[in-house]
């Protein structure tokens, strides 16, 4: 009981030394707080406005709490003089300050590229914010490792875990401790109590949990405070369990089957999608690199073993996975999926052959190598937003000018349908690049090519999608999502438009209009998310057409394939279902469509938003 208190007391008087050891790490954490309650007190529509300048200093003060943790730590660990840790402390507040003015000065997307009201942080300036922290964060970590007397980077890559998981553990139970307090005064004594206060206490513990995790490293002045450093840095029993028993036999088991994939793939070719495997040798890379250094110090057989196997196996993996990355690429050209597997298969094959000959030396290089990876992939030209897009308009431009379709800088439509191969490339392509951001695009480029009626104008037939891969395995859920497009419709034809009322408990919703022949009523049952839609109409309660959506949903599962493809706009006329009986004719518009399936139990979902229903008297 005693050492649990002493171990609890030693966690809290952590947390309060780090507002003297990480002054600027605490000020810009503080003041990220401070911000974060603010717009908790602003309600949205007053807050809408300052999303803006607020997003802007949230993300300049967290890469400045970041950026000190590095500064303060390579200060200490280097000089430990107190004009070095006070130009540490400055140039974190400095990292914050240009930051905030960066951001805001150059990272505005104007509204009418993004639809919004207002302006807002660009996804580009938010990935290179987050690759800013990810190189601080990293460099602290290896900051932290010195000097290598009494430490190196895979004892302090093990301390930051062990500090964030008590942060974790505590924060989580200080949460759940004033949630429960809360909860008890609105119930007993305060109804009217505001849900922000529950917001507020999240806030405020995350502060306090971020000061638990900084005050939990220990005084990296050479010399200084070895013995906590020593218990910091060492593995509990239990995790040292954890690694030898549980997480290196799944990732040996792991490796067996990636493998068993690779001697597969040689006798039967590659049947694997490249979705699966790009996330799966992700996860390996990530993991077994992460594994790896966690079991540095470890010297069980097993775990030797492992330290021997992780490399070579890599090796091997990655051959594969570069065909695989080569078939993809023919197939659909480079993007930004692509792109990012490319820069992780780099890092593993670096990785791999860094730790075959060096070991565990080749820690440094392989964190030095992270951080160029992700400064590469925000920068001009050679970035994430850049390159694929580079890709697909010179991917575009070749088929166009094959087809004959682009001369002089103009695209002609096509005087007849090219094959569809030919049209999957250019409705790929166009819908790519038509969705990038902040990527300078040809003069005989336009973004609106991706509404289907415009490039059907344009290209001369309709857009036509990649089929889907087969469907293998224990997948998940294949969709359609259709969104009706901004354009005018001929309704000339109709004398009514009827908007059908709110769904009752049974999932029908009616409109009734007054005609020549008596009173019409119009019923819309549709009980989601199994049973398609049904139409009812009724005249002087007699039913003269009754239709269910079976044939429309077959109509636009033929032409829009169940896939992964996120939502794609269609056309007016597939949008729309005309229905017809001796005495009435019916034209219903749909805004939004979806109709979805669960592979692993067959079960279809259906949802459709009716937007109007227009009729006519025969």
Same mark, same amino acid.
């Given at each position: 009981?005693?050492s ?6 030693? *966690? ?8 003297q ?6 000020g810009?954490?503080?003041?990220f ?7 908790? !007190? ?7 406005s ?9 993300w ?5 709490a ?9 200060a ?6 107190? /004009? ?7 140039s974190?507040?400095a990292?914050?300050?240009?930051a905030f ?8 997307l ?6 919004t ?37 895979a ?12 942060a974790?553990?505590?924060g989580s139970?200080?949460m ?28 405020l ?8 995790? *900084? ?16 218990v910091a !840095?060492?593995?509990?029993?239990f ?8 997480l ?14 690779a001697?597969?793939?040689i ?17 390996y ?9 966690l ?6 057989s097993l ?12 090796l091997?993996?990655?051959v594969f996975e570069a065909?695989?990355l *080569?078939l993809q690429l ?15 298969? *780099?890092?593993a094959?670096?990785?791999a ?5 060096i ?5 440094p290089a ?11 992939t ?6 994430v937003?850049v390159?694929?897009?580079n890709?697909q308009?010179?991917r ?15 695209i002609?439509?096509?005087?007849a ?5 030919? /049209?999957?490339v250019?409705?790929?392509a ?9 990527a ?19 290209f001369?037939?309709e857009?036509t999608?990649p ?5 293998k ?6 969709s359609?999502n259709?969104?009706?497009?901004s ?6 034809g109709? /004398? ?22 008596g ?7 549709f ?23 079976n044939?429309?949903?077959?109509r ?6 169940l896939?992964? /493809? ?11 279902l005309?229905?017809?009986s ?5 034209l219903?518009?749909?805004s939004?469509?979806?109709i ?20 006519n008297?025969?």
């Amino acid at each position: 009981m005693n050492s649990f208190v002493r171990s609890v007391s030693q *966690v809290l008087k952590g947390a309060a030394q780090a507002f003297q050891t990480f002054p600027a790490a605490i000020g810009c954490a503080l003041a990220f707080a401070i911000v974060t309650m603010v717009r908790i !007190q602003m309600d949205w529509p007053q807050q809408e406005s300052y999303n803006f300048l607020l997003n802007c200093l949230h993300w300049a003060l967290a890469l400045g709490a970041v950026f000190s943790l590095a500064a303060i730590t390579y200060a200490q660990s280097r000089y430990a003089t107190a /004009r070095a840790f006070l130009y540490a402390n400055l140039s974190g507040a400095a990292a914050a300050v240009v930051a905030f003015l960066l951001l805001y000065q150059f990272s505005g997307l104007d509204p009418s590229v993004t639809g919004t009201r207002f302006v807002v942080v660009s996804a580009l300036a938010a990935a290179r914010m987050m690759a800013a922290i990810t190189v601080s964060f990293l460099a602290f970590i290896y900051f932290a490792g010195y000097p290598r007397e009494v430490s190196d980077f895979a004892r302090s890559f093990f301390m930051t875990h062990k500090a964030f998981f008590i942060a974790l553990l505590y924060g989580s139970v200080l949460m759940s401790g004033t949630s429960g307090v809360a909860g008890a005064i609105q119930a007993l004594l305060w109804e009217g109590m505001s849900e922000k206060v529950y917001m507020y206490l999240a806030t405020l513990t995350g502060f306090l949990a971020f000061t638990i995790f *900084v005050g939990y490293f220990p005084d990296f002045r050479p010399g200084a405070d070895d013995e906590r450093r020593e218990v910091a !840095q060492s593995q509990p029993r239990f995790v040292e369990v954890l690694l030898e028993y549980i997480l290196v036999p799944v990732m040996l088991a792991l490796t067996a089957v990636l493998l068993l994939w690779a001697g597969r793939t040689i006798l039967g070719g590659m049947n694997v999608s490249f979705f699966q495997l790009s996330s799966i040798a992700t996860s390996y890379t990530v993991g077994g690199i992460w594994l790896y250094i966690l079991v540095t110090h470890n010297q069980s057989s097993l775990t030797k073993l492992y330290r021997r196997v992780y490399p070579i196996a890599a090796l091997i993996i990655l051959v594969f996975e570069a065909w695989a990355l *080569v078939l993809q690429l023919e197939k659909f050209g480079l993007k930004a999926a692509e792109y990012s597997f490319a820069i992780v298969w *780099v890092v593993a094959l670096v990785s791999a052959l860094l730790l075959m000959f060096i070991k565990e030396k080749a820690y440094p290089a392989i964190v030095a190598m992270i951080c160029a990876m992700a400064i590469i992939t925000v920068l001009p030209v050679v970035g994430v937003h850049v390159l694929p897009v580079n890709a697909q308009v010179n991917r575009l431009e070749k088929t166009l000018v094959s087809q004959g379709m682009l001369q002089g800088g103009q695209i002609n439509p096509a005087p007849a349908p090219p094959e569809q191969s030919v /049209r999957e490339v250019i409705t790929d392509a166009v819908s790519y690049i038509a969705s990038a951001q902040n990527a300078q695009l040809p003069a005989w480029f336009d973004k609106d090519y991706n509404q289907p009626d415009v490039f059907k104008n344009r290209f001369g037939f309709e857009m036509t999608w990649p089929q889907p891969e087969p469907i293998k395995g224990q997948q998940g859920y294949l969709s359609t999502n259709l969104s009706l497009p901004s354009q005018g419709i001929d309704i000339s034809g109709y /004398r009514w438009v009827l908007i059908v009322g709110p769904s009752t408990d049974k999932g029908q919703g009616s409109a009734t209009v007054q005609g020549d022949r008596g009173v019409y009523r119009v019923d819309w049952n549709f009980e989601p998310p199994n049973n398609p839609p049904l139409v009812r109409v009724s005249l002087d309660d007699r039913v003269i057409l009754e239709q269910d959506l079976n044939s429309y949903i077959d109509r636009i599962m033929a032409k829009y394939p169940l896939s992964e /493809r996120p939502q794609q706009a269609a056309t007016v006329e597939d949008m729309s279902l005309k229905m017809d009986s001796p005495e009435v004719e019916l034209l219903l518009l749909f805004s939004y469509v979806d109709i979805s399936i669960d592979v692993r139990s067959d079960i279809h979902n259906y949802w459709f938003s009716l937007s109007a229903v227009y009729m006519n008297e025969k």
